[in-house]
């Protein structure tokens, strides 16, 4: 960092998707969220990094990728299934540029689709061979990428703080799926919904954890409250340094009504073809029963009303560009009023985003993170840092309790914690004191086989998933049939244990389908 730089911008995505593999079916709906992610975000992501290491443009930007996303990155089934979509994506493009070969308006925005797709599949298999979590190994030697990990299976884990094992068992399968997956312990961890209770910090630092991050509230509102705010880190009782989320960088990204990627030019997510286009013509992949798979194909900006006016891939890039040199200078601005009041520490911000965010829900997002590397490289006045930097205060050597706090609606867990999902956690609490009783009890290699399977469904039903589904009524079917899955092949493997049956066609049908963390034992 130059002399007359006095800030750092920490760019954070948290990638997340529940645990979601169905090898009893050839095509399965769900697992389109992992194949949509790869397309729209991941690959367009290591593209973006891999063009800004090539020029040397400098800044690192934080990644934190949860235990789930990082079995499904490694799964053969998936990664197969997944070079297959690209396949059919292709040859669907091949259809496109046919039907559209007379169509003048609408020819250039497939023709874009077409190339972008046949980059991301030659990225895919030839340069990649199927394997991303290498590359962001890759990225984060060549200084672009800071790798962090998010707690198991993403639970809420305010709501698990009466049963402070079933919190260890998470956090331990937290290091190990990430030391399987990068060969190194993680120093810093994603809260699965920024949910924070007083003495959590304690069994992160039994994991020997150095870092996390809060919603802003949970910050300003420790005991004692922090000198600079949300502007520097705080360390813990624990010793641990926490961080919070700045609010003014979230409305300009995250806002529907004042945010960016709300501007018309950009690509509108709700129009696909899929929806639009007769079934013979789109074929059996693109559809469950009756439902219609998202392709990906949309021509259309958000513009206003029904009325939609066509999607224009360039000026919508451009305008990102436009986005991203706005959103560093007003970092810029907030960084130049800070620094003189700030006389022990540089200031700290703090930017944190789902990233699926970035090319999912936003098209145009990895460009404007691209863009935001090129701007905050001319800056002298803040530069975008590895949270691995974080240094505390000289200043502050008193430690501060965090308050509890969670990110999205409220703010106080109430997405996760309320009368439509509170049937969950009494269940959640009678399994894990079944899984108590047999946990040392296990004589023979098949009980031990049977008592792993148990621990798997027991942290595939804490995910934070299903009850945000419920609430928002988001596949809330799918959620709750999973709960209920998962709740059922547990009790049905406790009877096994204890002898009440034998179907070892069950066992094994229950562990190639959930086969998340193969090395319990």
């Known amino acids: 960092m130059s002399a007359d730089c006095h800030g750092q911008l920490y760019l954070l995505l948290h990638a997340h998707l529940p645990f979601v593999r169905s090898p009893r079916y050839d095509r399965f709906l769900e697992e389109n969220w992992l194949f949509e992610a790869l397309t729209e975000t991941y690959l367009p992501l290591v593209q973006t990094l891999s063009r800004l290491a090539e020029k040397g443009v400098p800044g690192t930007l934080n990644l934190s990728v949860s235990p789930p996303l990082l079995a499904m990155l490694s799964d053969e089934l998936l990664l197969s299934r997944y070079s297959r979509h690209l396949q059919k994506l292709q040859e669907l493009a091949s259809k496109e540029l046919n039907r559209l070969k007379d169509d003048s308006a609408r020819l250039p925005i497939a023709k874009f689709y077409a190339a972008r797709i046949l980059e991301l599949s030659e990225l895919w298999e030839n340069r990649l061979h199927r394997d991303i979590l290498s590359e962001f190994a890759s990225l984060e030697r060549r200084g672009k990428l800071a790798l962090l990990t998010c707690v ?249 309790r965090p308050i509890f706090s969670s990110w999205g609606e409220n703010g106080f867990a109430s997405v996760w914690v309320n009368p439509q999902v509170e049937f969950v956690y009494p269940k959640f609490f009678k399994m894990f004191a079944i899984f108590k009783q047999f946990k040392n009890s296990a004589q023979t290699e098949k009980q031990k086989k049977i008592l792993a399977q148990m621990e798997r469904e027991l942290v595939l039903f804490q995910a934070s998933d299903w009850a945000f589904m419920i609430h928002n009524h988001s596949a809330d079917g799918y959620a709750e049939k999973r709960l209920a899955e998962h709740e059922r092949d547990f009790m049905k493997l406790a009877a096994m244990f204890r002898g009440e049956f034998e179907d070892d066609k069950l066992l094994q049908e229950i562990m190639f389908r959930d086969n998340i963390f193969p090395w319990i034992q």
Not at 219 to 246: H, I, N, Q
Not at 270 to 280: S, W
Not at 335 to 347: I, K
Not at 351 to 362: K, Q, V
Request: one cysteine or more; proline letters at 8%.
């Open 152 to 400: 198991g299976t993403h639970p809420f884990l305010p709501a698990y703080q009466a049963e402070p094992e079933s919190i260890r068992m998470q956090l331990r399968l937290t290091v190990e799926a990430f030391e399987h997956a990068f060969g190194k312990a993680p120093r810093g961890v994603w809260l699965p919904e920024c949910g924070f209770f007083d003495g959590l910090d304690k069994y992160l630092a039994e994991q020997n954890f150095e870092y996390f991050f809060m919603e802003t509230h949970g910050v300003l509102l420790a005991d004692p409250a922090p000198k600079y705010g949300v502007f520097a880190p705080m360390k813990t009782p624990s010793g641990l340094l926490v961080l919070g989320r700045e609010q003014t960088s979230s409305v300009e990204v995250w806002s529907r009504q004042r945010g960016y990627p709300g501007h018309p030019e950009y690509r509108e997510f709700y129009k696909d073809i899929a929806k639009e286009l007769p079934r013979e013509y789109l074929g059996e992949y693109f559809f469950a029963g009756e439902t219609p798979i998202d392709t990906g194909f949309k021509y259309y900006r958000i513009t206003g009303g029904e009325e939609k006016e066509l999607y224009r891939p360039w000026q919508a890039m451009n305008l990102s560009r436009e986005h991203a040199r706005l959103f560093i200078a007003n970092r810029e601005a907030l960084m130049a009023e800070l620094g003189p009041q700030m006389t022990s520490h540089r200031p700290c911000v703090l930017c944190p985003y789902d990233a699926e965010l970035f090319g999912h829900w936003w098209f145009e997002g990895p460009q404007f993170i691209e863009s935001l590397f090129e701007s905050a490289a001319s800056s002298q006045i803040l530069q975008l840092a590895s949270v691995n930097e974080m240094q505390e205060d000289s200043e502050e050597c008193e430690p501060h």
